[in-house]
Structures are given as C-alpha cells and as structure tokens.
C-alpha cells in the first residue's frame, strides 16, 4: 500500500533548498508534478532538474510569495500547463531574530508578510481552483515558536501562530468543497536554523525526515484542521483546548474569584477541543444557565 499523487499538481514555495526541496521531492517521488517555488533562481531549477533527472514533473518558478502579482503569474502557468492545482505547501520563510525590546519593527513587518501574508497571497491565488474542482490539499508551515514561544522570535512567533488560526478558519470554510488544511511544525536543520544551535543539537534532523509528514498531509485520506509535529523521524500532534473552568457570574468579587481559582480554572480535566470559536461562547452560555438552574432549584 502507498500514497499515490499521481497526476496531482503541487506548489512547494521556499523549494531551492532545505525543507521545501526535501517537500519537493517527496512529492514527486509520489507521482506528483511539482512547482518548485523560489525566489533563488539556481536554487529553483536545481531542485527541478533533480526531479526530472529522476523522472518526474516539474517546472521552476522564480518568485517572492510577497508578490501577489507573481504569485497569481505562476497559479496561472501550473493550470495552463496542467490543468489543476491539488496541493500547496506553504513553506516560504525568513528570519529576522532579535529581543522584542532590540528588534525593528520593520523587520517584524517583514517576516509577517512573509510568513504570513506570502502564505495568504499563494493561498488565496489557488483557492478558486481548489473550490471549482472540489479538492485540494493546502499545507501551512508553522512552528513551536509560535506554539509554544522562544526567546528572540517574537515577530516569527506571531507570524507562526496566525498560520494556525487561518488554518483553523480555512479548514471549516474549505470542508464542503472538498478542500482539507493543516499545520506542519517542523524541527530540521536548515539555512534558518544556522548559528541558532550547535551542530551536535542538529544531528539526526534531516530535513528527508519531515517531509513524510507532507506527504501524508497531501494524501487522497488526509485529515484536516491538525497540527503535525515533525522532526528527526518524529510525528507528533499539537492541540488548541479548553478547559472546563468556572462560572462566577455577576458577583462584585468576581475578579477575586478568579485570582483565588486558578487552579481550577487551569484544571486540565476534561479539556476540550473546539469544534469551532463559538464552542467557546457555547459552553459559557450552558455553564451560566446552569448555574441559574442551581439557584432556582435552591
């Protein structure tokens, strides 16, 4: 048994080296035929010329994903020269590391838009096409830092973590067209993760060892809104909950009570994962009724 991707298009953005080449071949490895995005011409069409010399499809196309005129260039292209866009993995990116208190909040602005808005750019540019022919795959790259934090990130944090919160919006309006997205968190050695960590914390993280996560995520059975966790052979699964917590009500020592409860308010039993946003609204609108049947019945 094997994934099969044959016939399906694929755009792999950030592709001339690192993740997005290892993405690249994985998929064309699988049948399927590839753009290989970049904005490193050399970069581009080495990656291409790899997949072809082992018999595969693809074409390079030199481009930054913050070029929304572009962007629409290469959607256009792939259509015209095979029919339909399938997959997208959004893997795109830079670095601009610094304190918050340190750092120029033009290179903030800058990894935002790459990050985020070149995601959003290559997105919005094949969703029509995915909508119209009732399928497609989309992939976006997030990372710990902004599940989690790290020091020194905060405009890569914030950045990584809207990807989730679109993923999370683009999973529930994609699902009737046939349309699945997910997050893919990667841990590999790359040109972004030079001079971050010793060689000896890199070993073992070969980018080869992410890219089965893509593939699964681009598959005919993938799921839809996950956080996959990959890195050094590993696959993991992040999750957004919510607790149960506690219901106060209108009390005038409301604060007070949730400075004296946060112990329970943190209380992890019985999380949930949300369907949606309005789960939230939801099961606070249930706990204050609740809350007022219990005083009625006193």
Not at 32 to 41: E, G, I, P, T, Y
Not at 273 to 296: F, I, K
Request: charged share 20%; aromatic share 4%.
């Amino acid at each position: 048994m094997t994934i099969d991707l044959t016939n399906r298009v694929a755009i792999v953005t950030g592709a001339g080296g690192g993740l997005g080449r290892s993405h690249a071949l994985a998929l064309a490895r699988h049948g399927a035929r590839v753009v290989v995005n970049d904005m490193s011409a050399t970069g581009a069409e080495s990656v291409a010329d790899e997949i072809r010399a082992a018999g595969g499809q693809a074409v390079a196309f030199v481009c930054s994903v913050t070029d929304r005129q572009a962007v629409q260039a290469m959607v256009d292209d792939a259509v015209k020269r095979w029919g339909s866009i399938d997959i997208l993995v959004n893997n795109a990116g830079i670095l601009r590391d610094r304190t918050f208190a340190k750092m120029d909040l033009d290179d903030f602005a800058l990894v935002i838009d790459v990050h985020l808005m070149g995601s959003v750019n290559v997105t919005k540019a094949v969703w029509p096409h995915m909508r119209e022919q009732g399928y497609g795959r989309v992939i976006f790259t997030t990372s710990s830092s902004g599940l989690y934090g790290n020091f020194g990130q905060s405009n890569y944090a914030a950045a990584k973590m809207a990807l989730v919160g679109l993923m999370q919006t683009l999973a529930l309006e994609g699902e009737k067209s046939g349309i699945r997205v997910n997050c893919l968190a990667p841990s590999a050695a790359t040109q972004m993760t030079d001079g971050l960590y010793s060689e000896d914390a890199l070993k073992g993280l070969s980018t080869d060892l992410v890219s089965p996560g893509v593939v699964a995520l681009a598959a005919k059975d993938a799921p839809t809104r996950v956080v996959l966790l990959a890195g050094a052979g590993g696959f993991e699964q992040a999750h957004i909950t919510m607790t149960r917590g506690i219901h106060v009500g209108a009390s005038p020592d409301a604060a007070l009570q949730v400075q004296a409860n946060w112990d329970r308010i943190a209380d992890r039993s019985d999380e949930q994962v949300p369907a949606s946003g309005a789960a939230q609204y939801q099961h606070e609108v249930e706990s204050a009724a609740a809350a007022n049947r219990s005083l009625s019945a006193a």
